[in-house]
């Protein structure tokens, strides 16, 4: 809970929340969180915020709401 907290505004990349997903116990692997929030992306589902990365320009996202949406796909499994 403190590191959800922690991390609740933080916008990060699709590969960085999808690793800390793991940590966090979110029952997916890496690679298809990742795939998620770039479909959810692609979707309008979740916003991106452009942010530099090593001279580059990278799309990241809001923590707080890929947890929610991995939430909400985790809820409709479980129904």
Same mark, same amino acid.
């Given at each position: 809970a403190w +590191? !959800?907290?922690?991390?609740h505004d933080r916008i990060m990349t699709a590969s960085e929340i999808a690793r800390l997903s793991a940590y966090l116990g979110i029952p997916h692997p890496r690679i298809k969180v990742r795939k +998620? !929030?770039?479909?959810?992306h692609t979707r309008g589902q979740i916003h991106s915020v452009e942010l530099q990365q090593s001279g580059r320009s990278v799309s990241g996202f809001k923590f707080s709401d890929a947890l929610v949406l991995l939430a909400k796909l985790e809820k409709r499994k479980a129904s």
């Open positions: +590191l !959800i907290d922690e991390m +998620l !929030i770039n479909q959810w």
